[in-house]
């Protein structure tokens, strides 16, 4: 884990550690030059408290910590643009456009570093092995878990939507130990996705959760599990944009490393229906 995902993912955080980080976070700029006094300060801390944060991290001192610090920031390309509320009302389209562009990049670019790849590995070995995959997912992010439906099409690899048609629960039920019940939610917190969790965990289902908060219920029950935080708020925002690139984002690099890890195979398979949907082919459709 990188500095700044710790940072941002706050796990065991005092409320004084939390002030501190959020700082930081909002003012990357200046951490490689602030002295520790001047963090104090603008934090309503204490020097005690900046060091204590920083040895929570791993760190010796503020030195180190800071030296981590600036190194991780210089690999985010920084932006100004606020994930709630990404352009105003008097913006051009040309601007609109400019900052959309930087939000998109941004919030990849900070997923990346949040990224656990062994995670990733281990979670598309365990699609790949599965006879049935299960995704559980509302509103925004089952938009992403149809996208990569989609995808897994490609290498002959199906999943279902279980919450749809309101078959969630026939759905639940049915799962056995050779299925993966997979969980892709933002904040993590919806009650029916946390009921069926539960009880699929204590059925000896595999578990595999996907979310935007550290501190999402639904992580509890999870084997598998890939955290991506991004500055948007659970509510009064223009849409989930930041959000739904970062899950975007994973599920595409999920689908690569399994796509990856049998590549050859994958590959003579396209080839295979390529010519089988080319113009003459018998699966043709134009």
Do not use: C
């Not at 699609?127 to 992010?141: H, K, N, V």
């Amino acid at each position: 884990m990188t500095v700044l995902t710790a940072l941002q993912q706050q796990l065991d955080f005092t409320a004084t550690e939390r002030r501190i980080a959020n700082y930081m976070l909002t003012h990357l700029d200046k951490m490689p030059t602030v002295l520790i006094k001047e963090l104090a300060a603008a934090t309503y801390t204490s020097h005690s408290a900046i060091i204590r944060l920083a040895q929570k991290l791993g760190y010796h001192g503020f030195r180190d910590f800071q030296r981590a610090l600036t190194t991780a920031a210089a690999q985010v390309q920084p932006t100004d643009v606020n994930a709630n509320f990404p352009f105003s009302d008097t913006d051009s389209v040309a601007t609109i456009a400019k900052k959309m562009a930087a939000l998109n990049v941004t919030a990849v670019q900070t997923t990346r570093q949040q990224l656990d790849t062994r995670q990733v590995a281990l979670i598309a070995q365990q699609l790949t092995r599965a006879t049935r995959i299960l995704l559980f997912s509302q509103g925004d992010s089952q938009l992403r878990a149809r996208s990569f439906q989609n995808k897994l099409v490609k290498i002959n690899r199906f999943a279902i939507i279980a919450d749809e048609y309101a078959d969630d629960a026939w759905n639940a039920a049915n799962l056995t130990t050779d299925d993966v019940a997979f969980f892709i939610s933002y904040a993590g917190t919806t009650q029916v996705h946390r009921q069926f969790a539960h009880y699929l965990k204590a059925h000896h289902v595999p578990v595999i959760v996907l979310t935007g908060n550290p501190q999402a219920p639904l992580l509890a029950d999870a084997d598998l599990r890939l955290v991506t935080v991004q500055s948007e708020t659970h509510f009064a925002k223009v849409g989930t944009f930041a959000s739904q690139a970062a899950f975007e984002y994973v599920l595409d690099t999920l689908f690569a490393t399994m796509y990856a890890q049998d590549f050859q195979t994958n590959l003579a398979r396209l080839k295979t229906n390529q010519r089988l949907m080319a113009d003459n082919g018998p699966l043709a459709t134009k």
